[in-house]
């Protein structure tokens, strides 16, 4: 059994039959714990199904049966049979969110860089950036066992807020140590990940060659919750080396593109020289020229944006337009979280608003013609299944669909911030914060469960992130001040 569920608190599985009124049981009692396990059947009952697949439609009142690790059908009512049920009522039922770039190595610095801008201007205020003091400083101190704490605790905390897949960049590699850490954190926070092998610092930093153990030490099957990506950085010397092993081992390749940090230039000759593949995923894509746009949409390359953090940290515009209008698959990401929140419906807000504020400005502005405005129903597809199709998932997941794994999670529509309910994309992205996540599954396995995560002790593992954070920061030579 996953060490996720073997802690959870010890009950009994009742079949519907058990519960006194017949009603399907809801009740911590209840929580059906062999839930995922092969063969095993869960009924998530009466709840207003989203898909976020045409083919299987929405359903104000449904049924998502799930078997073992997969979905198996969907209907306006099923038989519930031998299946455990979970009483959706009041419930928004749909997939998981999905996270195309995350730093989780960072998360024990949360909130330590609120006003920081990507790299220094000149400007004394702004002294303190993200590239000199993160990069530079903070990330050269981690062990493995930083590693391992600050991803563990950064998944399950997203976990926990109903984002069941992530690509984690991690920056991080200084020595196989440190990637055998990463790898352990993402598959002990119990969700679904993609292992970002990105550059390490240290004299033990075997980047990029390591991806060929790494390989196939962790990911030499692809029946599993863990996936793994090459990072290629062009701001790095000897990108092309790291470009050759990914593809070599069939790997995507992601990389950060931010134009306004002086990559415009090596961005335009990669273009040119037609090493653009659908297996890239172009992380930011601000600032940089119509030509390597194009070159980009036409080979098929993915894009994900961090929209809050774009306009926060100065990476420039978020081209969120620009990937509309070129056609591109356009995921969303979380970034950094010393800086903002990793949760998706601040993703998503971040997304649509600043969509429509653009369209909204032009419209005023008297022009002619202007771009359709962004619907909440498009906002939450980036932030599910255009993220899965991003990173080769979507056969997995990203939707609700007959035969894709049960990522799924289940959103209080009654909570006080929400009801009453009268349009459910509405609701989501306009509405709701993590705090209306009740439930959520990955692959059929419940990890979080009517509110409360389940299988970790997270004042323990809350200790251990504090005194990583201590140990970072006293290396790194930099003196606490919560008010700075
Ligand atoms: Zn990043």
């Known amino acids: 059994m996953p060490a996720a569920l073997c802690r959870a608190p010890k009950t009994v599985l009742r079949s519907p039959a058990d519960t006194p009124s017949g009603r399907p049981a809801t009740s911590p009692e209840t929580l059906p714990l062999s839930a995922g396990q092969p063969g095993r059947r869960v009924l998530i009952k009466g709840g207003m199904v989203l898909s976020m697949d045409d083919a299987v439609g929405n359903f104000a009142r449904g049924d998502v049966l799930?078997?073992?690790?997969?979905?198996?059908?969907?209907?306006?009512?099923?038989?519930?049979?031998?299946?455990?049920?979970?009483?959706?009522?009041?419930?928004?039922?749909?997939?998981?969110?999905?996270?195309?770039?995350?730093?989780?190595?960072?998360?024990?610095?949360?909130?330590?860089?609120?006003?920081?801008?990507?790299?220094?201007?000149?400007?004394?205020?702004?002294?303190?950036?993200?590239?000199?003091?993160?990069?530079?400083?903070?990330?050269?101190?981690?062990?493995?066992?930083?590693?391992?704490?600050?991803?563990?605790?950064?998944?399950?905390?997203?976990?926990?807020?109903?984002?069941?897949?992530?690509?984690?960049?991690?920056?991080?590699?200084?020595?196989?140590?440190?990637?055998?850490?990463?790898?352990?954190?993402?598959?002990?926070?119990?969700?679904?990940?993609?292992?970002?092998?990105?550059?390490?610092?240290?004299?033990?930093?075997?980047?990029?060659?390591?991806?060929?153990?790494?390989?196939?030490?962790?990911?030499?099957?692809?029946?599993?919750?863990?996936?793994?990506?090459?990072?290629?950085?062009?701001?790095?010397?000897?990108?092309?080396?790291?470009?050759?092993?990914?593809?070599?081992?069939?790997?995507?390749?992601?990389?950060?593109?931010?134009?306004?940090?002086?990559?415009?230039?090596?961005?335009?000759?990669?273009a040119k020289s037609g090493a653009f593949g659908p297996d890239n995923i172009f992380i930011h894509m601000t600032g940089i020229s119509d030509f390597a746009w194009k070159t980009a949409a036409d080979a098929g390359s993915h894009v994900s944006l961090s929209v809050p953090i774009e306009m926060h940290m100065r990476h420039g515009q978020p081209p969120i337009q620009r990937a509309l209008d070129l056609g591109m698959g356009l995921s969303l990401s979380s970034d950094v979280e010393c800086t903002m929140s990793a949760d998706f419906f601040t993703q998503m807000r971040g997304l649509i608003t600043l969509q429509r504020m653009n369209v909204n400005d032009a419209a005023l502005g008297g022009a002619a013609e202007y771009p359709k405005l962004m619907r909440c129903m498009d906002a939450i597809r980036h932030a599910t299944i255009e993220g899965a199709k991003g990173l080769r998932l979507d056969h997995k997941t990203g939707s609700l669909t007959p035969g894709k794994e049960a990522d799924i999670i289940l959103l209080d529509a009654e909570a006080i911030n929400v009801a009453p309910v009268n349009n459910v994309p509405g609701a989501v992205v306009t509405l709701m914060d993590r705090s209306n996540v009740d439930t959520v599954m990955v692959a059929g396995q419940i990890r979080k469960w009517q509110g409360k995560l389940l299988g970790h002790d997270m004042a323990k593992l809350g200790t251990e992130l504090a005194a990583s954070r201590d140990y970072i920061f006293e290396k790194a030579g930099i003196e606490q001040d919560l008010f700075a």
Request: aromatic fraction near 10%.
């Open 66 to 270: 799930v078997e073992g690790p997969k979905i198996v059908q969907i209907a306006a009512q099923i038989d519930p049979g031998d299946a455990a049920v979970i009483d959706a009522a009041g419930k928004i039922v749909m997939p998981g969110f999905v996270d195309t770039h995350h730093h989780q190595f960072e998360t024990g610095l949360r909130s330590s860089l609120p006003d920081a801008i990507l790299v220094p201007d000149g400007q004394p205020e702004n002294t303190i950036n993200y590239y000199e003091t993160m990069l530079q400083n903070y990330s050269q101190h981690y062990r493995p066992e930083d590693v391992y704490i600050n991803e563990l605790y950064g998944g399950l905390a997203q976990l926990d807020a109903g984002v069941t897949t992530v690509m984690d960049v991690s920056q991080i590699h200084h020595s196989p140590e440190h990637s055998d850490a990463v790898v352990k954190g993402l598959q002990d926070a119990g969700r679904r990940a993609v292992f970002g092998y990105f550059e390490g610092w240290w004299e033990g930093n075997q980047y990029p060659g390591d991806a060929v153990r790494l390989r196939s030490d962790h990911f030499s099957s692809d029946d599993q919750l863990l996936t793994m990506v090459m990072g290629g950085e062009i701001y790095i010397p000897g990108y092309e080396n790291a470009w050759k092993v990914g593809r070599e081992l069939d790997l995507q390749i992601a990389l950060h593109v931010v134009g306004t940090f002086g990559m415009a230039p090596t961005f335009d000759e990669l």
